[in-house]
């Protein structure tokens, strides 16, 4: 995560983003409907019979055997992950309808439009790589070695990656990245933007950690997720600027094209 962020920080500033129709219909058709489809279904699921083994990794080794945590700590891990979501929902509309363009007039329906579009995107498609390896790893989480522990659905065996820490990295790394890719910031105004959604991420990870609801891998795995799925969608974008220009040379005239990615 760290490397993340300081190679966005030291990248470009002041372009602008735009919609692939071609692309984002789809894939936000796929992952909505993944992702309001796993939540339906995950308590459905049936918990397999998956062995546990007697000693994690010592990085893990901490908070294995603690009782499910209770009460504000995983309240205020669901407050970041969930409600960051619904805020973001918000708020990256708004943003991209005050954004003041290139050619000097705010983004608009258009602009809203646009950063909505990328958000909701980054979030989802986050969700669905989640529940992806979730599902196929099927790793017991932490309070499942506490004594007297009685298996009850598959949730259960959600743990490897954290989704909330996942979700919290796709959420704050994506605004982030859509505010560095659209504003004129300094090199240190980036590393305050990247490092305010670490630090979101980061917190959310240890009230999971804290609450016993995963390890530490798990929310070092998810944040590392989120975070790259909210740096790689705005990235995939940029506007590139085509420009079309007819050329005359030794060779006879011809058409250039020009643009950045």
């Given at each position: 995560m760290l490397g993340w962020w300081l190679m966005a920080a030291m990248a470009?500033?002041?372009?602008?983003?735009?919609?692939?129709?071609?692309?984002?219909?789809?894939?936000?058709?796929?992952?909505?409907?993944?992702?309001?489809?796993?939540?339906?279904?995950?308590?459905?699921?049936?918990?397999?019979?998956?062995?546990?083994?007697?000693?994690?990794?010592?990085?893990?080794?901490?908070?294995?055997?603690?009782?499910?945590?209770?009460?504000?700590?995983?309240?205020?891990?669901?407050?970041?992950?969930?409600?960051?979501?619904?805020?973001?929902?918000?708020?990256?509309?708004?943003?991209?309808?005050?954004?003041?363009?290139?050619?000097?007039?705010?983004?608009?329906?258009?602009?809203?439009?646009?950063?909505?579009?990328?958000?909701?995107?980054?979030?989802?498609?986050?969700?669905?790589?989640?529940?992806?390896?979730?599902?196929?790893?099927?790793?017991?989480?932490?309070?499942?070695?506490?004594?007297?522990?009685?298996?009850?659905?598959?949730?259960?065996?959600?743990?490897?990656?954290s989704g909330h820490t996942s979700t919290a990295g796709a959420l704050s790394f994506s605004m982030a990245h859509q505010i560095a890719r659209t504003q004129e910031l300094t090199v240190g105004g980036k590393v305050a933007a990247y490092g305010l959604a670490t630090a979101y991420t980061a917190t959310t990870g240890m009230l999971r950690v804290a609450a016993a609801k995963h390890y530490p891998s798990d929310v070092v795995v998810g944040g590392l997720l989120g975070a790259s799925v909210g740096i790689v969608v705005p990235e995939l974008h940029r506007a590139t600027g085509l420009r079309v220009s007819a050329t005359a040379g030794p060779m006879g005239r011809g058409v250039a094209l020009s643009g950045r990615l």
């Open positions: 470009g500033s002041g372009g602008e983003l735009a919609l692939r129709p071609t692309v984002d219909g789809p894939v936000l058709m796929t992952t909505a409907a993944y992702t309001v489809t796993s939540l339906w279904l995950l308590p459905d699921r049936p918990a397999l019979a998956v062995a546990v083994s007697p000693e994690p990794l010592g990085f893990d080794a901490g908070v294995a055997g603690k009782a499910e945590g209770e009460g504000a700590v995983p309240l205020a891990s669901d407050a970041l992950s969930y409600g960051g979501s619904f805020l973001g929902l918000v708020a990256a509309p708004i943003y991209g309808a005050l954004d003041i363009g290139s050619d000097g007039s705010r983004g608009g329906g258009r602009g809203a439009l646009t950063h909505g579009v990328i958000f909701a995107e980054s979030v989802t498609v986050s969700v669905t790589l989640t529940d992806i390896i979730k599902s196929a790893s099927r790793r017991p989480r932490p309070y499942t070695r506490a004594p007297g522990f009685e298996w009850e659905d598959a949730d259960d065996q959600m743990s490897f990656p």
